[in-house]
């Protein structure tokens, strides 16, 4: 998923709007527009496509969808189906999109106060959940109203847009914020989660299931982990398997494949091949030397 980032001291430029109402079997067309796109699901589910990527837009969800990206419906909605869109250009020229590594390592780059140092920016997901539904309806209501009629000045149009930007944005960063209070303690939560892998390593662990286990976005927490820990947090777990498997070789009969699987390995290859990359030696080169130096001390 990609997360949009632009400078909010320039209203962003509006073009077209409207709202979509369909009775049945709505399919949206495939397109590859030179502008960027919100939609606004109100009523049933749209199946739309980004780049291959396949959203389902139910009530109170977005999709931006960006220009010279292509999209398309995969799937015809049932029922009743509405939602509001809008066509929009972005004023300062200038944008970025970032991917959900990146737009982590940006929010961590922020300064401390992270509300003071986001306001001014848009940060809009590719796709996500409104959190004041009547709020933003309201907006995109006034919205439509502007741009049906002939007002003295086309930027109100624009304002009335950025403020929805601005909504999303700020629906964005509460999440954030409330993710980096959850993580503030580092010493208490990252520890916590580092001791659970200690202990469970020997399971079918995955970043999805510990950001799962723990109540947190996964993308968001393997940013944290890494950024307080020095090291992802698969390598992490990897490094504890490895760990557990050099007492293993060191103090048991067992075969190299039985080691690796009661160290979570489910590959003996993979184990093998990750063991080298960690200790410069096989599991065998590494249990041999470890009985030479015990004959030598004889």
């Known amino acids: 998923m990609f997360y949009f980032i632009s400078d909010n001291k320039y209203p962003l430029t509006h073009c077209s ?18 502008t960027f796109v919100i939609l606004i699901c109100c009523e049933g589910t749209l199946y739309i496509a980004q780049d291959d990527k396949r959203y389902e837009l139910t009530p109170n969800k ?36 970032l991917n959900a590594e990146q737009i982590n390592d940006y929010i961590f780059n922020l300064d401390n106060e992270l509300k003071k140092a986001s306001s001014d920016v848009y940060i809009l997901p590719e796709y996500g959940s409104i959190s004041s539904a009547a709020r933003t309806s309201l907006i995109f ?20 847009l950025s403020l929805l930007a601005m909504e999303i944005s700020q629906d964005f960063m509460d999440n954030i914020i409330h993710q980096n209070e959850k993580l503030s303690n580092t010493n208490c939560k ?16 995955t970043a999805h299931k510990i950001a799962e286990t723990f109540n947190y976005n996964q993308d968001y927490l393997s940013s944290a982990f890494k950024k307080y820990t020095g090291i992802s947090l698969l390598k992490y777990i990897n490094k504890t398997r490895i760990s557990a498997s050099k007492q293993l070789l060191l103090n048991s009969s067992f075969s190299i494949k039985e080691i690796a699987l009661q160290v979570g390995f489910n590959d003996d290859k993979h184990f093998m091949k990750l063991f080298k990359k960690f200790e410069d030696v096989t ?13 030598n001390k004889k």
């Open 17 to 34: 709007s409207g709202k979509l109402i369909n009775n049945e079997n709505f399919i949206h067309s495939k397109r590859n527009l030179d």
């Open 62 to 97: 977005f999709i931006i969808l960006f220009p010279f990206h292509t999209h398309y419906g995969y799937k015809k909605s049932e029922g009743n189906l509405s939602y509001y869109w809008c066509h929009f250009r972005i004023t300062s020229a200038e944008y970025k999109l």
């Open 141 to 160: 209501r006034q919205l439509l109203d502007l741009s049906n009629k002939k007002s003295y000045s086309e930027y109100l149009t624009n304002y009335a």
């Open 190 to 205: 990252i520890n916590e989660i580092a001791n659970w892998i200690n202990i469970n390593y020997n399971s079918n662990l």
């Open 283 to 295: 599991p065998t080169e590494y249990k041999n030397a470890y009985f030479r130096k015990n004959l």
